[in-house]
């Protein structure tokens, strides 16, 4: 298996304009999960999703970020418009659920200026 | 909230030596803890997953051991070696899903 997909892996924009990334998980898997890492802050869950389904999004940040499932090989997190502060990378990751391990990507590192 | 902390922030060692890494968390109704690594500009490998069930559990030089009562686990790493220089991290399970919260994580250094 390739593992848990992520594009773009870099991702420079500027502040204002609208950011997509994406994610494919590992094929089987039932819950798939967006973080954030900064330094301030470490690795932060932003929302989680269980078959499709989104499950807790309590820590998306604000309104300007949102996620989707449409299937269950594909989410992408948009962030609409775009702050420096949203700079950060950004890893999906997937499970089995329940009591599984988690598989990270590699990540998608946003620049925002 | 449970909150998760590694002590130390940072180690060096030498090579060949073994070493232990502590991790601890304020909310023992867990039902396992997952230790990852991370290299720098990278994304995080999974190494461990201990089941809240188990005491022990053991990948080639890395053991890590679960006390939830008391809550916390530690991974051993056997004759470290340079390769084994990344930043590790421990996570749990909260709030009964698997929502996962990461600890502070250990930089580690393997020195010739």
């Known amino acids: 298996d390739a593992g848990v997909i992520q594009s773009p892996r870099h991702e420079v924009t500027e502040m204002g304009q609208e950011v997509t990334l994406r994610c494919k998980p590992i094929?089987?898997?039932?819950?798939l999960f967006w973080y954030r890492q900064t330094m301030m802050r470490g690795l932060e869950l932003l929302i989680y999703?269980?078959?499709?389904?989104?499950?807790?999004d309590s820590g998306m940040p604000e309104d300007r970020f949102s996620a989707k499932m449409p299937n269950a090989s594909f989410s992408t997190l948009k962030i609409q418009p775009s702050e420096p502060r949203d700079s950060a990378v950004y890893f999906c990751?997937?499970?089995?659920?329940?009591?599984?391990?988690?598989?990270f990507g590699p990540g998608t590192r946003l620049t925002v200026t | 909230k449970q909150e998760v902390t590694q002590i130390p922030a940072a180690l060096s060692v030498p090579e060949g030596e073994n070493l232990v890494l502590n991790c601890s968390f304020t909310d023992s109704a867990i039902y396992n803890l997952q230790w990852f690594r991370q290299d720098p500009g990278k994304g995080l490998t999974s190494l461990l997953l201990?089941?809240?069930?188990?005491r022990e559990q053991t990948s080639g030089r890395l053991n890590a051991s679960l006390d939830k009562s008391s809550g916390r686990s530690t991974l051993y790493i056997a004759a470290s070696q340079p390769g084994d220089s990344a930043t590790y991290l421990c996570a749990v399970p909260t709030g009964g899903g698997n929502k996962l919260t990461f600890g502070t994580g250990t930089q580690l250094k393997v020195e010739l």
């Open positions: 094929s089987g898997h039932n819950s």
């Open positions: 201990i089941q809240s069930s188990q």
């Open positions: 990751a997937s499970s089995l659920g329940g009591n599984s391990e988690q598989y």
């Open positions: 999703f269980n078959n499709n389904v989104p499950i807790d």
